[in-house]
């Protein structure tokens, strides 16, 4: 891990803090920063002075060293990296993409089943298993656990 202090605003009452974040994590199941990665509350903050949740956006580079793969969230790409990467520009996108490799799927195929279950189950929808066994998708969305069938 490799920490850096940045400056945040809070999007609802404009306090500024300054807060040390990880900027290069590596996969370790058995984290915290893997399970708040997996749950969707890696990037969430609440502020101290209203108390509203956000997400908070910086640099973030993961490596899942045994797959080969590295998730980048920035506007561009770090100069140097190699392999397989895959850039986000958002918190949310991070997370998306984070959710789709970790279980070794298609973001071509399962994307397009997130986006329609948004439309119909709210924003805060995420993919968070697979049953491989069964070809089933599982989604966490504010009505509680969803299933699709993924062939």
Known sequence: ???RVFEFTCPNC???FFMARDTY???DAKSLDYSRLKDHTYFRHQCQKCEVLFD???PL???DGQRRFSLVQAQSLPEGMAGQVVLTKSPAQFLDAFSILDLELDP???LPILIALRKSHGENTYLFDFD??????????????LTVGYY
């Not at 491989?132 to 656990?145: E, K, R, T, V």
Request: proline share 6%.
């Open 1 to 3: 891990m490799k920490k």
């Open 14 to 16: 404009g306090s500024s």
């Open 25 to 27: 994590l590596i996969k």
């Open 56 to 58: 908070l956006d910086y």
């Open 61 to 63: 580079i993961y490596r």
């Open 108 to 110: 071509r195929r399962v």
């Open 132 to 145: 491989a066994q069964n070809h089933l998708l599982w989604f966490q969305s504010p009505d509680g656990p």
